[in-house]
């Protein structure tokens, strides 16, 4: 599986973005998908995840409501939309995926996205 995040930038604190992860080479409904992030100088950590079908999703405390994670099957496409951001938000965000993880919030997913920026200013 190929994937291909986008959709990051440099927002205000207080503001929105919606990362797209758009998944190719196999059929992207088969897959968890999982996204996790990595700030300067911190080791990368899980953000949310989401079942094959949607139905079932996960997310990190520190996600407080603010982040909601969904997919479009017919589309091969994630995403996770983010609101209320933070300066802590700033980081580096990976989309993976995996046809059954052992650990939604482990990065042991087997195929991984080169990562969008985000970076959110006080």
């Known amino acids: 599986v190929q994937l291909q995040a986008s959709g990051g930038g440099l927002v205000q604190a207080g503001g929105s973005l919606r990362l797209s992860c758009a998944a190719s080479?196999?059929?992207?409904?088969?897959?968890?998908m999982g996204w996790f992030r990595q700030a300067p100088g911190k080791e990368r950590e899980f953000v949310a995840a989401?079942?094959?079908?949607?139905?079932?999703?996960y997310y990190a405390d520190f996600v407080k409501g603010r982040f909601t994670i969904s997919r479009d099957n017919a589309k091969n496409t994630g995403y996770l939309q983010m609101n209320s951001l933070e300066p802590e938000d700033t980081a580096v965000y990976y989309c993976?995926?995996?046809?059954?993880?052992?650990?939604?919030?482990?990065?042991?997913?087997?195929?991984w996205g080169q990562g969008t920026q985000v970076t959110v200013s006080s």
């Open positions: 989401i079942s094959w079908d949607g139905g079932v999703t």
């Open positions: 080479g196999r059929t992207f409904s088969r897959y968890y």
């Open positions: 993976a995926v995996d046809p059954a993880p052992s650990n939604v919030r482990r990065d042991e997913y087997d195929y």
